[in-house]
């Protein structure tokens, strides 16, 4: 007899399996303090096992090369967070916000030049915030003039996440300076190749650069690189946002839940301190909000696919989620100890709770700034989510 | 007109399971809404509504439904908080009624408690609290003398006991020790049950103490399962029964300041166009999402997964897991909305006249009930070793 149930653990046990076979034993000490092209080909090699496998892309449509199921791809997360898989960190924007962004507006010919070589390794970069428009993104001034078949561009963004080694950048930029600032923004795919792209690494606070800044001076886009109507990529970049929550969530909250907890657990064991009640009842408390946090990532995305997501739940999610991770960090920092300040470096490839607990203290802030501060996050919680009234201008 | 849920069969599917809920909730948020808060439902018509026999098998009467649907009534409780002996009786009281061997007495019971002819309350913990840790320990113990079965001991802070038609006494049986439950009239000779005031004015609480009352031995009634994993069932059933009435009472307090900033204005703009109660209210919101996501869970463990759309069956650690976090967290957030609800509401919150003051006292007591939330935690770090 088959039952829903019983066809979810038959796969849960091939995750499983794989994953006993393919995650590298020992790959986190291997991968602390490697040179940037010995992490870009680690990288690319995990991405090609778990493509061999169908596990690479299972979020999109079948035609592209996914169609998994929404339950497989939960179980698949949660099996590949409980055997400390590394992360899939330099195909980030390209399977997730790249992808979303040409499936949801993109043109045929746009797709299918770009999915396939996204398969084959084409790496992407969000080139959205500038030094000036941060929270404030619509308020952009990067600008991209029409000259014929082309357009123009010129600026500077900020926080480009991964721009030293992407092929491609999704990029907005303004195309109409006279329209409000929401109906003047158009979204491009640039090429990173393209004559005029200067770009320079920003040392971030735990002393990592895959920060970086794009300059650009005249870099010529043609104009079968606009997504969507001309001065309607505000639109589409809402798109490339939403997906930056649902499923990217489910994969850091199963991490965090997965192998970030049990490291918290060791790291109290190893300082004996699993006897001491006041660091238990903080345990526990983790746990509870951990287990939450895994099951509210479950219904966002359950909900996402019904098509009903509330206005404010990525919200919710993407806040909480952040803010966790910083109580979880600092807490596994308070318990490590003088020791957590002796571990200088964090392996590449591992996500925001890789063990090293000072560094990835420090770092929780790149989830509570970026992607919408924590503060915009409650604003637009209780703007969108509960219906209160907006700030008079 | 009889507005008893709908009977729920094995064919049921999850749709249908979920419509009936939504409308057994829809039905309670009704008729609560009704009254000015806190709401008192006559017990009548909680009868005739089929709250009360929601667990009850329709053999006896009953709606034959689940803890799910219990914790729907909780939930909608909680959220008027209404007075009543509904923990007392339809939650403590049947449940532990169902998890008895078969006997026409309890049988009997069971089909007097549906029709609200009979108000049964279980006494299960030494202290409503259960003395700061969670189980606690079997309050009474029967003893045998040459005038025969004797019951003694004492429970304080009983949901419900004062109001009670029969008491189900937690004991330990004379020859083994296991636990039993022992069925009593409140009115025995022996039995003394002082009613305990406290400050939230919506619940009933009350000493029940056995000084060698004399007992048949047909009153004694043996647990269908394994004692102790039953007991801990039991009070896991309890404990997330309070948590769901807690989540209750956070939804309408959240409601209700998110409207009252809508409307009340200060400096020429309505309170909550201004940042600070803003973020508070998404703060709110936040502490009620994952109060919800842990109660759900929570009830799903204990009430099982009748129409088989979940993964495989939890254990019994895995149910009292879930209870643990559920009970834990939902009961701290409730204080914490409650607190954050009078706050925000300013000086009218403050007054006797709003209200806010009931939700708050009931946050706090639910949070002391069957288990504080060290306690449960304590119980959760237990797997850490």
Redesign the interface.
């Known amino acids: 007899m088959t039952s829903p149930a019983r066809d979810l653990e038959e796969f849960r046990a091939s995750v499983r399996a794989w994953c006993r076979a393919h995650v590298p034993v020992g790959w986190r000490a291997a991968q602390t303090g490697i040179p940037d092209a010995e992490y870009v080909a680690f990288q690319q090699w995990w991405f090609a096992e778990l493509r061999a496998a169908g596990y690479a892309v299972p979020h999109w449509p079948a035609e592209w090369g996914g169609g998994m199921p929404l339950a497989r791809q939960v179980v698949l997360y949660s099996e590949l967070a409980a055997h400390d898989a590394p992360r899939l960190v330099l195909a980030f924007v390209a399977i997730h916000h790249a992808a979303a962004t040409l499936l949801a507006a993109g043109t045929d010919e746009q797709r299918r030049r770009h999915l396939p070589a996204i398969l084959d390794g084409e790496t992407w970069v969000q080139g959205f915030s500038e030094p000036e428009a941060g929270s404030d993104l619509a308020a952009l001034r990067t600008t991209a003039r029409r000259d014929g078949d082309r357009y123009i561009v010129n600026g500077q963004k900020l926080w480009a996440s991964g721009a030293l080694q992407a092929d491609w950048c999704l990029l907005l930029a303004r195309t109409d300076p006279d329209a409000p600032k929401r109906r003047g923004i158009s979204y491009f795919l640039l090429d990173m190749r393209s004559p005029g792209i200067d770009v320079r690494p920003i040392k971030n606070a735990v002393g990592e650069s895959h920060f970086c800044e794009i300059f650009l001076s005249d870099v010529a886009v043609p104009a079968a690189g606009l997504v969507g109507p001309e001065n309607g990529g505000w639109r589409v970049a809402q798109e490339t946002l939403g997906a930056e929550r649902g499923l990217t969530m489910l994969e850091l909250a199963e991490r965090l839940g997965n192998a970030g907890f049990r490291w918290l657990v060791a790291a109290c064991s190893r300082q004996g301190l699993l006897d001491d009640s006041l660091v238990t009842d903080r345990l526990a408390a983790l746990e509870t909000e951990l287990t939450a946090l895994r099951g509210l990532c479950r219904g966002l995305v359950e909900r996402h696919e019904a098509g009903r997501a509330g206005p404010a739940d990525a919200s919710i999610v993407k806040l909480y989620y952040s803010e966790l991770l910083q109580r979880m960090t600092d807490f596994g920092t308070e318990i490590a100890g003088l020791s957590a300040h002796a571990v200088l470096r964090k392996p590449a490839s591992s996500g925001w709770e890789s063990g090293a607990w000072m560094l990835d203290f420090i770092g929780s802030w790149e989830w509570t700034i970026p992607g919408g501060t924590s503060e915009i996050q409650r604003t637009i919680i209780a703007e969108r989510g509960l219906g209160l009234p907006r700030e008079p201008a | 007109m009889n507005a008893a849920p709908r009977q729920l069969g094995d064919e049921t599917s999850p749709e249908d399971l979920a419509e009936a809920r939504a409308e057994l909730r829809a039905i309670a948020r009704g008729l609560l809404g009704k009254t000015r808060v806190p709401a008192a439902p006559g017990w009548g018509l909680m009868a005739s509504s089929g709250w009360l026999g929601l667990e009850v098998p329709p053999a006896l009467d009953g709606a034959g439904a689940t803890f799910a649907e219990v914790a729907v009534i909780a939930e909608e409780l909680g959220r008027a908080v209404a007075r009543g002996s509904y923990l007392g009786s339809a939650v403590l009281g049947v449940g532990t009624l169902r998890e008895l061997a078969r006997h026409p007495a309890t049988d009997d019971l069971l089909r007097r408690t549906a029709a609200g002819d009979a108000v049964p309350a279980a006494v299960l913990v030494p202290g409503g609290s259960a003395g700061g840790r969670h189980g606690g320990g079997v309050p009474f113990w029967l003893a045998r003398t040459a005038d025969g079965l004797r019951l003694n001991g004492q429970a304080v802070f009983v949901p419900d006991a004062a109001e009670a038609t029969t008491l189900l006494v937690l004991a330990r049986a004379v020859d083994d020790g296991a636990p039993v439950i022992v069925e009593l009239d409140p009115q025995a000779a022996g039995i003394v049950i002082e009613p305990q005031p406290v400050l939230d004015e919506t619940r009933r609480l009350a000493m029940v103490r056995a000084e060698g009352a004399e007992i048949a031995t047909e009153s004694v009634r043996r647990f269908a399962g394994d004692p102790r994993a039953t007991v801990r069932r039991l009070l896991d059933r309890a404990a997330v029964a309070v948590a769901c009435d807690s989540l209750g009472l956070s939804e309408a307090m959240l409601d209700a300041t998110?409207g009252y900033?809508?409307v009340r204005e200060q400096f020429g703009?309505?309170v909550?166009?201004?940042?600070a109660?803003?973020?508070a209210?998404?703060?709110m919101?936040?502490r009620v999402?994952?109060a919800r996501?842990?109660v759900?869970?929570a009830v799903t463990a204990l009430a099982g997964d009748p129409a088989?759309?979940?993964?495989?069956d939890l254990s019994p650690a895995d149910v009292s897991t879930a209870a643990s976090?559920a009970k834990?967290?939902a009961c701290e957030a409730a204080v914490e909305v409650a607190g954050k609800a009078m706050q925000l509401h300013g000086g009218i919150g403050y007054t006797w006249e709003s209200g806010i003051h009931l939700y708050l006292k009931r946050a706090a007591l639910n949070r002391s009930l069957f288990g504080a939330p060290?306690a449960?935690?304590?119980r959760?770090?237990e797997r850490?070793?």
């Open positions: 998110v900033a809508r703009r309505p909550g166009s201004f940042q109660v803003k973020h209210c998404a703060d919101l936040i999402r994952v996501e842990l759900a869970a088989g759309i979940g993964t495989v976090m834990a967290y060290a449960h935690r304590r959760l770090a850490y070793k």
